[in-house]
């Protein structure tokens, strides 16, 4: 599934244009743009809402825009005002959009003088980002996949922060805190890449 998020990323900025005029593969957001005088999400599932899309949700709209050959626009945030902008445009254009947190974008959004050592202000940013979207995603009419991008090794102990906030979410909501993380392990060998993966 790590690898369909990132084939779907390709080609996403083109997303935000008003027309389909640069020769690049439809995205949800530039086919509901086709017809000037009408907004229209692309054909999304029925167990797509508006909202943060999880689960089974997420596995339908992933394979819906597959099918359809579009891509999700993805745009990287570092705080309340760029997440809002994404869930605006995605109102505005008529699709699906995706919210990805990178670990410094988490620590822009705790704030950049806090201690990060143990990457506790990246993690408490990138909690706060995610409840913000959960709190105010439905009220833009969207469905939103909450992402997390390119942790490398390095970084681990940040996706390690992210899953325990993630199962708490769950204990107590019924429903994870994230749509999906990404891994990228692609400096580590294979051997070690698949092994941490497991």
Not at 28 to 45: G, I, S, V, Y
Not at 81 to 88: D, L, P, R, T
Not at 99 to 104: A, E, P, R
Not at 172 to 182: A, N, V
Request: hydrophobic share 45%.
């Amino acid at each position: 599934m790590k690898l369909a998020i990132a084939a779907l990323l390709v080609g996403s900025a083109a997303a935000f244009a008003p027309t389909a005029s640069f020769g690049m593969r439809n995205s949800a957001l530039n086919m509901a743009t086709e017809a000037a005088t009408e907004k229209a999400f692309a054909k999304l599932p029925a167990t797509v809402k508006p909202g943060v899309v999880t689960g089974q949700a997420l596995v339908d709209l992933l394979d819906a825009a597959k099918e359809q050959g579009y891509a999700i626009p993805g745009v990287n945030i570092v705080g309340s005002n760029s997440i809002n902008a994404c869930m605006e445009a995605a109102a505005k254009y008529g699709g699906p959009i995706m919210v990805t947190f990178s670990k410094g974008g988490g620590q822009f959004i705790a704030g950049k003088s806090l201690n990060n050592d143990a990457d506790q202000a990246s993690i408490a940013g990138t909690i706060a980002g995610a409840r913000h979207v959960h709190e105010v995603a439905k009220l833009y009419g969207v469905p939103v996949v909450l992402h997390t991008d390119h942790c490398q090794k390095a970084w681990l102990p940040w996706i390690d922060g992210l899953l325990a906030a993630s199962e708490e979410h769950y204990a107590k909501e019924g429903f994870p805190l994230f749509s999906s993380h990404m891994l990228d392990l692609s400096e580590e060998p294979l051997e070690e890449n698949i092994a941490i993966c497991k």
